[in-house]
């Protein structure tokens, strides 16, 4: 029988002149040096409804997720 693979969604950028990342896989999110509203957001969607996310230079992001079965977009440019 096949193992099923485990995927992961990696988004690496900076914010306050030092590195930041997040990471996405089967147990869940993973986060550093993130702003403090993406964090929030972060830690109040459900690891499986997050679609997408990127993060840039000077503590910009996008994140897609779902919320309440509609796709949803939060961004800082």
Do not use: C
């Not at 029988?1 to 995927?7: D, E, I, R, S, Y």
């Not at 993406?38 to 997408?52: G, S, Y």
């Amino acid at each position: 029988m096949p193992v099923p693979k485990t995927h992961y969604r990696v988004a690496l950028g900076e914010y306050g002149g030092q590195h930041s990342w997040v990471v996405q896989s089967a147990k869940g999110l993973e986060w550093n040096n993130i702003p403090g509203d993406l964090e929030n957001l972060l830690r109040t969607i459900a690891t499986h409804d997050v679609l997408d996310f990127s993060l840039g230079s000077k503590g910009r992001y996008y994140v897609k997720f779902l919320s309440g079965g509609r796709e949803k977009r939060s961004e800082q440019a």
